[in-house]
């Protein structure tokens, strides 16, 4: 026997003994995520395929396994596909408008705004951390027709306010406009992370270069964003995908259908028995999910 192989084996030993403690220390929390969150999961999965409804629940192995006609039957319903459609247009106008605020609210927190800068910061995040049911009542009093205290201001000016919540025509572009004032704290926060850990000396250099404020935030500040850019957009994609709070409390999902998305009627028919309808619509919002995730990484990756 070598010295070699003697001087060996305490360090094998006591990585053993280090890998067998992390796997004792572990368990615990393996076994919760089996029981509370696989487990569930592949039963949804299974249930997808099944017609599981709420009398089915005393007598779980009587339900008939009928393949994809859950699927097909969410994809051919009217109500799913409006709710399809108002979820892809709330993704498609409030995202970008959440990006904006969350960028030109770090921007000028990071150069512009000098004097009281952690309570403009402490503002801006409060909404994040309020209840979103608290934030969405008081925001459906201010929007409250003619009585709220939105078109009060408005006529002020002259202006005859709309029934924001009661027009299918604004009751979504009041759910963005509130949707995007609560949230854009989180973005604010990351893009701010990032601004600051762009390097000073770029900017000195791309000065000295003759280049103004706005070619140095183009060609300078935002190619170094492109990896928080990204982040926020994955992040806030995948949150607004599942919208369900706002609708809910503000609208019920109407007027007419107008602000229902595709969450809210996943739960209302997990509310009316059809579990099994119900999970094939959540499978299709993830599956969704994962397509859009994929094509940002895709068209962001690349340059980032």
């Known amino acids: 026997m070598t010295t070699q192989t003697i001087s060996r084996r305490p360090g094998q030993l006591s990585g053993r003994r280090e890998a067998r403690a992390a796997w004792i ?9 089996l029981a509370f969150t696989a487990w569930p999961v592949l039963q949804s999965f299974f249930m997808s395929f099944t017609d599981t409804k709420a009398r089915d629940l005393r007598s779980p192995f009587s339900v008939d ?7 097909t039957k969410a994809l051919s319903d009217p109500v799913f596909r409006k709710a399809a459609l108002n979820t892809a247009y709330f993704v498609i106008v409030c995202m970008p408008l959440t990006l904006l605020l969350a960028l030109a609210a770090a921007v000028a927190l990071d150069k512009g705004i000098t004097r009281f800068r952690s309570m403009y910061r402490l503002g801006f995040y409060t909404p994040v951390i309020t209840s979103i049911v608290a934030v969405a009542v008081v925001w459906r009093f201010l929007l409250q027709d003619p ?3 939105i078109n009060t201001v408005l006529g ?14 604004w009751a ?3 759910i963005i406009m509130m949707t995007a004032w609560r949230t854009f704290g989180t973005a604010m926060i990351i893009f ?7 390097p000073a000396e770029l900017h000195e250099a791309a000065a000295i270069d003759g280049a103004g404020v706005w070619r140095r935030f183009r060609h300078v500040t935002l190619p170094l964003l492109r990896p928080t850019i990204l982040f ?4 806030t994609s995948i949150g607004y995908l599942q919208i369900f709070e706002e609708p809910f409390v503000m609208t019920k999902g109407g007027p007419l259908n107008s602000t229902m998305t595709v969450s809210y009627y996943t739960f209302n028919q997990f509310g009316y028995g059809n579990y099994g309808l119900a999970a094939s619509m959540s499978y299709l919002i993830f599956v969704v999910i994962a397509i859009v995730t994929a094509i940002q990484f895709r068209l962001f990756r690349e340059r980032t």
């Open 25 to 33: 220390l572990a368990i615990p929390f393996c076994l919760l995520f």
């Open 65 to 71: 396994i009928i393949g994809l006609d859950n699927y």
């Open 147 to 149: 009585a709220g205290l």
């Open 156 to 169: 002020w000016f002259g202006i005859d306010g709309p029934n924001w919540l009661g027009d299918p025509n």
């Open 172 to 174: 979504m572009p009041a």
């Open 192 to 198: 701010l992370a990032g601004l600051q850990a762009v």
């Open 232 to 235: 926020v957009m994955v992040t």
